[in-house]
């Protein structure tokens, strides 16, 4: 089956700082890929599209400037988290859908959990 | 707003007995449908699409009602290792005129499967 990765699994640091979060799809190219948060006991919400070689679009409330969205490949999308503050710890987690498939099944990274001190 | 809308529960359940639960959209225009479990802490896992004939997938079966708006599970001869979070998912699409769209997830429906 289809796997995308992400990279840190967790990552710890102190109110602003920038972390990076990496999302890969392993085995199938994404043209598009899906950032959201889930903060505790409430539901996934969608962050941003990314589009490869184009701007990302960004739900309403999220913030550009503060989520960095690069799609650089068919394969790797990354999210930066600018300048974050305890507010921005969360689980951030990714999704693909694979360019070939004939649906349009998403299929999630293991997340990647924030806490910002 | 587009919303999904689900029974937190938990649901506490002997082993082997047979659940069910429900969930509605708000968005008449949802194209697809899905049920995701997700175990604490964990990613979502693709559990099921659901299709409007109704699809059966070993001990699980989803149903759409698309007049209704509403989307079922049920789980037969339910294990311990069905514990998990059912997140009721769909597809809005048709937003942005093509290509692949975000999901909208509701919050989960907690199941607790007892020994």
């Known amino acids: 089956g289809a796997v995308v990765s992400q990279h840190p699994s967790w990552v710890i640091c102190k109110s602003g700082t920038s972390v990076k979060i990496e999302c890969r799809s392993l085995?199938?190219?994404?043209?598009?890929m899906f950032w959201y948060r889930q903060f505790p006991k409430q539901s996934l919400m969608l962050m941003a599209t990314s589009n490869e070689g184009s701007k990302a679009t960004y739900e309403q409330g999220v913030e550009k400037d503060k989520f960095l969205i690069n799609h650089a490949s068919l394969t790797l999308s990354t999210l930066t988290v600018t300048s974050a503050h305890p507010e921005d710890s969360s689980f951030y987690i990714c999704?693909?859908?694979?360019?070939?498939?004939?649906?349009?099944?998403?299929?999630f990274g293991p997340g990647t959990r924030l806490t910002v001190l | 707003r587009k919303e999904v809308e689900q029974d937190p529960g938990p649901f506490n359940v002997p082993e082997g007995a047979t659940v069910a639960f429900n969930c509605t959209y708000s968005n008449s225009a949802s194209q697809s449908f899905f049920w995701y479990r997700q175990d604490c802490r964990k990613e979502p896992k693709l559990l099921m699409s659901v299709y409007s004939s109704g699809n059966e997938d070993g001990r699980f079966t989803a149903q759409l009602n698309r007049a209704s708006q509403y989307i079922s599970l049920l789980i037969r001869d339910s294990k311990l290792s069905d514990s998990a979070t059912y997140l009721c998912?769909?597809?809005?699409?048709?937003?942005?005129?093509?290509?692949?769209?975000?999901?909208?997830f509701g919050k989960g429906t907690h199941l607790i499967i007892q020994p």
């Open positions: 999704s693909a859908t694979p360019d070939s498939g004939l649906t349009d099944t998403q299929y």
């Open positions: 998912v769909v597809n809005q699409g048709g937003d942005s005129g093509g290509g692949a769209d975000g999901l909208t």
């Open positions: 085995d199938f190219q994404a043209t598009t």
